[in-house]
């Protein structure tokens, strides 16, 4: 690796680039198992009753808390760029990668422990 | 792809990326507010079952992420795995297909 390499990989904005690049890969395999879970209301409520009863197990809740935090992470991580590439902001990039690290733990946290 | 394709793939996943950013934070809301006190499916279905303003809602959020998460996944094909030309683009297109055919569906077994 050359040193200019590590420089670019110590750097918060390489991190954000990973988290950004992790979070939509994962969100995206999970869409068609979470369309397949809403699906199930077609086969009426007791269908949907005994997929929401499996979703009670401590993993897949503590899962869901996961999923949560990564729709929030790719979320503002998304924003932070849209308004690197559109807004000119670029001298406030740590200050965005603060913020999107921050808003999208809260969020994780607010859905973990039910605070709203 | 010649360039205007690319750059209508680059202006598409921009704007779905503005959209979705909206629909996310109006979902990530709902979501929490609606978790408090858990959820039973008569619960669920009773406040959204014939709702036309979520499921239309919900069919802009669904069309949105059939474009926006096939051409992330087409970028990280092509620069992980060096995958090019017609054969991903064929792929991300079916996926993109499928996407908005499995969400329109969970969004009219929810919203319809």
């Known amino acids: ?116 | 792809m010649n360039a205007r394709t690319q750059v209508l793939l680059w202006v598409a996943q921009r704007a779905t990326a503005a959209v979705l950013a909206l629909c996310i934070v109006v979902h990530l809301v709902t979501m929490v507010y609606a978790m408090r006190n858990g959820l039973t499916a008569a619960e669920i279905l009773g406040r959204t079952r014939g709702n036309t303003a979520w499921f239309a809602f919900y069919l802009i959020f669904v069309a949105a992420a059939a474009v926006h998460a096939p051409l992330g996944m087409r970028t990280i094909l092509a620069e992980t795995l060096a995958w090019r030309g017609r054969t991903l683009d064929c792929a991300v297109l079916v996926l993109g297909c499928a996407l908005a055919v499995w969400g329109a569906r969970a969004a009219w077994a929810v919203f319809g």
């Open chain 1, 1 to 116: 690796m050359r040193s200019n390499d590590f420089r670019a990989r110590s750097h918060p904005a390489y991190w954000a680039f990973i988290v950004h690049r992790l979070s939509g890969l994962l969100l995206a395999l999970f869409l068609p198992f979470h369309f397949w879970a809403l699906g199930q209301a077609l086969n009426g409520a007791a269908s949907l009753d005994a997929f929401l009863h499996w979703t009670e197990q401590p993993f897949v809740k503590f899962a869901e808390t996961g999923l949560v935090l990564l729709l929030a992470a790719h979320l503002t991580g998304g924003v932070r760029l849209l308004m690197l590439e559109f807004l000119a902001w670029r001298d406030w990039q740590k200050t965005l990668l603060a913020l999107s690290a921050g808003i999208s733990l809260a969020v994780g946290l607010a859905f973990a422990l039910n605070v709203v």
